[in-house]
Every structure is written in C-alpha cells, then in structure tokens.
C-alpha cells in the first residue's frame, strides 16, 4: 500500500520499466494527490490487482511506460480522468472497476510520438482495448465517458455501464450509447484510418 494523499503534486508510483517486472497487488490512496499510478511495466511484463482511490488522474501511461496489460484494476473517485494514456503500445485492460463523479472516465490523448526527439505520429500510440468491465458515474449530467475525439483505435467488449451517460465518441462519429440507467456494451469497434505512411518504421525516425 502506498499513501500520498494530501500532497497536490505528489505520484504515488513513478514505474518505468521493461521485461521481467510487475506491479502486482498494490493499492495506492491518492486523494487530493496528483496521479496513482504514473507507467506500467512494458513489454512482456504489466500489472495484475491495482487499485488508486482520488487523484487527479488514477493511472497514467505515456510514452516509454509501455504498460501493455491490466488485469485487475479498480479506479475509484479521480476527479479528472481515472484513465489517461498516450503510450506508445495499446493497452489492455481486462476486469475493470471505475467509479467517478463526472465524465470523463478514459481519455486517449492522440499526442505525437517523441522517441528519439522525433514528433511523428504512429496508429499503435494511445489505443485500448477494454473487457469484462463496470464504469459507474454518481452524476446524472448527461457526457461522454470515453474520451476518444482523438480518434485512436478503441475496442470494448462486455463493459457495463451506470448512469445515463453516453459510452464512446470516436473522432468526427456521432457517440455509441446504451439506455437505462444500466446498459453493456457487449461489442464496440472503432479503426484509426489514417494511412500507413503516417505510421513510419523506426528507421525512419
């Protein structure tokens, strides 16, 4: 368990790391603190059974932090996003617990890619896949859960929502959405269609 509640700049965990780590069974109190848990560990590595209560953002993966698979998260009370990413890597997220008061829950950034001092953009960087899930919102002011104006490649599948919220709205598409005070989304699929020639090949950077 770590704590750095109370510290507005503060970040519970700073992780970036590769193969052969794994950030399992931890809980962070975030509350009135900057991010949970900053970085997942990459490659063929990642994380199982985390959880951050408050925070600004709950868990933040960008660039380097190449944090490939979740399992197991619970993301309680952030009061910006629980889920930022613009990492390098999709990110899996598979068994999920969101609950915030406000949307939005996940945001998926679109920014450049910067390896290497390089500013090119790249179709992999900032997507996610969601399954076997719950998001729950406390208010019923009507908004859009996911972020994804960006329009990176986004999958879900069985994630159940609560609160009359609209599900997804990727790039220029109108928002998905369930009804109800309760809905699943059982399948939802969105393509980056950017061409190939805007995703160079590391070489070229």
């Not at 990492?87 to 945001?107: E, S, Y």
């Given at each position: ?35 949970g ?13 985390i ?17 490939t ?6 993301l ?56 076997d ?16 104006n ?6 879900a ?49």
């Amino acid at each position: 368990d770590f704590d750095c509640s109370r510290h507005p700049g503060a970040v519970g965990i700073y992780f970036a790391s590769a193969q052969k780590s794994v950030i399992f069974n931890v809980k962070v109190n975030a509350v009135n603190a900057h991010t949970g848990i900053w970085g997942i560990p990459g490659r063929n590595s990642g994380a199982m059974n985390i959880e951050v209560q408050g925070g600004k953002i709950g868990l933040y993966t960008t660039n380097f932090l190449a944090g490939t698979t979740i399992v197991g998260v619970k993301l309680f009370d952030q009061t910006e996003s629980a889920f930022v990413t613009d990492d390098f890597v999709p990110a899996c997220v598979v068994g999920f617990h969101i609950r915030k008061k406000t949307a939005p829950v996940i945001t998926l950034t679109g920014k450049p890619y910067d390896l290497w001092g390089g500013t090119e953009m790249m179709t992999a960087k900032g997507t996610m896949a969601l399954i076997d899930g719950m998001i729950e919102l406390e208010n019923k002011n009507k908004a859009v859960l996911i972020d994804n104006n960006a329009g990176k490649s986004f999958y879900a599948r069985n994630v159940y929502v609560k609160g009359y919220h609209e599900f997804i709205k990727s790039g220029t598409q109108a928002a998905v959405s369930g009804t109800g005070a309760w809905y699943c989304i059982q399948e939802y699929c969105y393509n980056d269609q950017r061409l190939d020639k805007d995703d160079p090949p590391y070489e070229e950077q």
